[in-house]
């Protein structure tokens, strides 16, 4: 959706303004001691997909303006050392790395190997020296999914969320923050997101496009979800990300309308974390 010489102008802009950032983890511990509160705060955290090196990029960026954020990482990294020295990287410039996880898809939405899975990337993080306190869901749009809506329910199952008290999740636990505003550039197009938390279920409240400058110009506590996968070198290979995206996003679509195809396509859904 950015360049990175135009997040890097971004960056800039939100440093030569003065806007408070912060990452997730230090927002949520602000708030959860007593009499704890946040004012205007810009809270940025990232999905990085299946672009480690765009991360770190994003990273220097960010770190050269004196800015945190959060980068939320597939566990798979974990098995790759390059990927690994990128995550302890990234968290030596003093950012976050959390767990992007999508254990509830991976494991057809059986909850008892959901967890043990989940447990297992914890500590896969842990021995690589990257302990991981705030997790983000994953959304996997072509996933056939039978008797779970997405990702989110994993962290939504009380048992789950209570053996891991340590832990934050940002989408499920986004309501601790007071009149918070969510935006996303998921789609491709900066949107703020009407629920976050319960969106992969049928929802009266709607996504609406918004420009950088009113997240910016916004009083209260803003979470800004940048995916780094698509912060391209050049406005041209942009273009052509973009395009190609729309394009897929409309077959897809276009093909899901059949039960039959959707089901075809539903073992493929892990491609989904390249675009
Ligand atoms: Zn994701």
């Not at 997040?7 to 009499?35: E, L």
């Not at 996933?143 to 969320?161: E, M, Q, Y």
């Not at 309501?175 to 629920?195: C, Q, W």
């Amino acid at each position: 959706m950015y360049t990175l010489s135009e997040w890097q102008q971004i960056c800039s802009k939100i440093s030569k303004r003065k806007i408070v950032t912060s990452n997730v983890i230090d927002a949520f511990r602000k708030i959860s001691v007593p009499g704890g509160e946040l004012s205007k705060t810009l809270i940025i955290k990232h999905d990085v997909e299946c672009r480690p090196d765009l991360a770190l990029k994003c990273a220097q960026i960010e770190h050269d303006q004196g800015i945190t954020a959060t980068y939320y990482f597939h566990g798979f990294f974990n098995q790759t050392p390059e990927h690994v020295e990128i995550m302890q990287r990234i968290q030596s410039l003093g950012h976050e790395v959390g767990f992007h996880y999508d254990v509830l898809d991976l494991c057809d939405g059986d909850y008892i190997k959901a967890n043990a899975l989940f447990s297992k990337t914890l500590e896969d993080f842990r021995l690589n020296g990257i302990n991981i306190y705030s997790i983000c869901p994953h959304g996997n749009p072509l996933k056939v999914r039978c008797g779970w809506n997405s990702n989110k329910d994993f962290f939504k199952d009380v048992d789950i969320a209570n053996s891991y008290p340590h832990l934050f999740d940002i989408v499920n636990g986004v309501n601790v923050f007071d009149n918070v505003d969510y935006y996303s550039d998921a789609g491709y197009a900066l949107k703020s997101i009407g629920d976050i938390r319960d969106n992969d279920k049928p929802s009266d409240q709607i996504d609406v496009k918004v420009s950088l400058d009113e997240v910016l110009d916004k009083d209260s506590v803003s979470i800004l979800s940048v995916h780094t996968h698509r912060l391209c070198e050049s406005k041209m290979v942009l273009r052509f990300v973009k395009a190609r995206f729309g394009i897929l996003r409309f077959s897809a679509r276009l093909l899901s309308k059949s039960k039959f195809i959707k089901k075809l396509l539903s073992p493929l859904y892990t491609l989904t974390k390249r675009f």
